[in-house]
């Protein structure tokens, strides 16, 4: 079991980073897509972070190509797209896959620390079926903007599946309660 902290990260201008430079915060790390019926939730993210960063709290953005090869682009292009059409001021990371053999360190924790999704992954599932695309099987990611949640001990505390909205009552519940802590 590797220490998730220490787990070397790349921001997406190629910086080094790991969570332990994040430590002491509570962290929402969530693999983005920038072509997904889901993309618009970059809008709320970037709001959940402007609304709780001063209270130490960060967005963390993984690019990823796993799903309906939805995020296509170089990391300059994600960069330039995030920026540009939702005005994303939150870290972002190089893209890198987030399933199966080749995964990066850091998602292979994440999964293996919290292993179980809240919220209706069963439906979302299916919406998936019916537009003819594959979902992976627990646990793996389900598809992009899957949303774990650290505190500010660096422990993963909660998961939410990608259906679930950055203002959900439940996931702004656990980043208040972790928050507080």
């Not at 682009?73 to 005005?87: E, K, L, M, R, V």
């Not at 209706?120 to 979902?135: A, I, N, Q, V, Y």
Request: proline share 6%; charged share 25%; with cysteine.
């Amino acid at each position: 079991m590797a220490d998730i902290a220490e787990i070397p990260l790349n921001r997406i201008d190629g910086a080094d980073d790991k969570l332990a430079n994040h430590a002491g915060k509570v962290l929402l790390v969530v693999n983005v897509a920038s072509k997904c019926g889901l993309t618009p939730q970059y809008e709320g993210l970037e709001a959940l972070y402007n609304t709780y960063k001063d209270r130490g709290f960060e967005v963390l953005g993984f690019p990823a190509n796993d799903f309906g090869s939805q995020e296509p682009g170089s990391n300059d292009d994600i960069a330039q797209f995030c920026s540009a059409t939702y005005g994303v001021s939150f870290p972002m990371f190089e893209k890198a896959d987030v399933t199966g053999d080749a995964k990066q360190p850091l998602y292979a924790e994440l999964i293996r620390a919290k292993p179980e999704k809240q919220g209706d992954g069963d439906s979302f599932r299916e919406m998936l079926k019916g537009h003819g695309m594959t979902p992976t099987a627990d646990p793996e990611v389900l598809w992009n903007f899957e949303k774990f949640l650290i505190g500010k001990d660096g422990s993963v505390v909660e998961r939410f599946v990608p259906g679930t909205a950055p203002d959900d009552a439940a996931l702004v519940s656990a980043i208040e309660a972790e928050l507080a802590k």
